[in-house]
């Protein structure tokens, strides 16, 4: 059944009107001191149809922020619903991760940031003035798809003397894949570029507001293809991956000049792969699910390298001020009934644009396994994205909870988890996408269906 697709994209300025700490590094002090790259909300409203009249919509928003707050996410999709008719299966709300921009959730340690309310509101005001914007010049649009690679990325997971250290780790899991998404309007129009890449935009530790590398590739794609052209960034799966600034074996931080490089040569590789020949994707009826899985967390944490509070990564430095953060629970942390063990829950959405094209979204720091396995259970066919509609902190996989380091023994303490994760979330969480996966593949349920959340 031949389908149509119909894209309206918007974009609007979401940097901060006044100063503002910046989130996601302890050691900075005070609020920030001026600006190097312009943050941006960039909205695309997806409409599907076909000739029986049957229509759906999906609406996907790339955020120059460090997350999207859990707090703040049902009072968003109702808003998102009531508006414009967008089931909020359908919704994905990306952060591009930035570790220079306001902080936009109250859940966590102030050592990571505090938020400002007035900011976080600003933000959702802009959210709505884009999809209201994006619904304005939605219009029948084509797909193509083209892969290519970009290498400024390094796994930071390096084993030395029994100790897994935040360290260059050339030998370590990293995914350099780039895909790349053209939207073509009529006339041949370029309408927007969607790339999708996994590194932690933290480049530099600056205590100045930047959108980092992502930031910095859009813009310019932007600039060589014309003011018609809205490119936007999705992140992936790279809680374990960050920029590759070595130096005698070491990470290092850079400056401005280091963010205008990496962001440089992200944008060299999408242009490259704009300027090859490019797949055509038909669109398929929009399709949507949603799947809430529980994961485990130990009774008591036993990080085998040292407490949270000791030598960390720039990243994250122990809260003196507040005490101990593991000491206040989330909201959403329970008991497991019957035992001791404590469980919380972990978001999984399913967006499906056409049979070779879906996105499953994540609202946690993913590592970048988690990241792989989706791309090859599913010969590519899945795009996997992290820091979506959320943040719940970092999934790590059942090795790396055996081997310790940040992502599995300290970084918990700041997302105010009251322990690490059991090792069973990562065969949890993969049966439920293989689920999730095998349910779309079957192809057994109308778009009405597909829309209607699974909770689990």
Not at 255 to 273: H, K, P
Request: overall charge negative; proline content about 5%; some cysteine.
């Amino acid at each position: 059944m031949t389908v149509t697709l119909r894209l309206g994209v918007a974009r609007r300025d979401i940097t901060p009107l006044y100063p503002l700490p910046l989130a996601g590094f302890g050691h900075r002090i005070g609020e920030m001191e001026g600006e190097a790259h312009p943050l941006y909300l960039k909205a695309v409203v997806m409409q599907t149809s076909n000739i029986s009249g049957a229509r759906a919509l999906a609406l996907i928003v790339s955020a120059d922020i460090i997350w999207w707050g859990s707090e703040r996410m049902e009072r968003i999709y109702a808003m998102i619903r009531q508006r414009w008719g967008i089931s909020s299966s359908a919704v994905i709300l990306n952060a591009t991760h930035t570790h220079s921009g306001p902080q936009t959730s109250d859940r966590f340690g102030h050592v990571i940031g505090r938020v400002d309310q007035r900011y976080v509101e600003f933000l959702e005001m802009k959210l709505a003035e884009a999809i209201e914007e994006a619904f304005g010049n939605l219009e029948p649009v084509t797909m193509e798809r083209g892969i290519g690679h970009c290498g400024i990325g390094i796994n930071r997971r390096r084993l030395e003397d029994g100790q897994i250290l935040m360290a260059p780790n050339e030998e370590g899991i990293v995914d350099p894949e780039l895909n790349v998404i053209r939207f073509v309007a009529e006339n041949n129009r370029q309408k927007a570029i969607m790339v999708h890449f996994a590194c932690h935009p933290t480049t530099t530790d600056q205590n100045v507001v930047s959108s980092e590398f992502p930031g910095v590739a859009m813009a310019l794609v932007e600039q060589h293809l014309g003011a018609d052209t809205m490119a936007f960034y999705l992140q992936g799966c790279c809680g374990d991956v960050r920029p590759r600034l070595v130096k005698d074996g070491e990470f290092y931080r850079g400056g401005n000049e280091e963010v205008i490089r990496f962001g440089t040569e992200l944008a060299d590789q999408v242009m490259s792969v704009l300027h090859r020949p490019m797949r055509c994707i038909r669109p398929g009826m929009i399709g949507s699910r949603t799947a809430t899985v529980e994961l485990p967390l130990e009774a008591e944490s036993d990080t085998g390298s040292g407490s949270a509070a000791g030598e960390l990564p720039l990243e994250a430095e122990p809260d003196t001020g507040s005490g101990s953060a593991a000491a206040e629970l989330p909201l959403e942390a329970r008991p497991d009934t019957g035992s001791r063990r404590w469980s919380v829950p972990f978001h999984i959405r399913l967006v499906s644009i056409a049979d070779e094209l879906s996105l499953l979204a994540m609202d946690g720091e993913v590592v970048t396994e988690y990241g792989s396995f989706v791309k090859e259970q599913f010969a590519g066919k899945v795009l996997p994205v992290g820091y979506s509609n959320g943040m719940l902190g970092y999934i790590p996989t059942a090795e790396q909870l055996a081997e310790g380091g940040y992502e599995a023994d300290e970084s918990y303490v700041y997302f105010h988890l009251p322990a690490r994760f059991a090792p069973s979330v990562e065969e949890i969480i993969k049966q439920e996408i293989r689920e999730m996966l095998s349910i779309q593949d079957g192809g057994n349920q109308d778009e009405h269906e597909a829309n209607e959340p699974i909770s689990k």
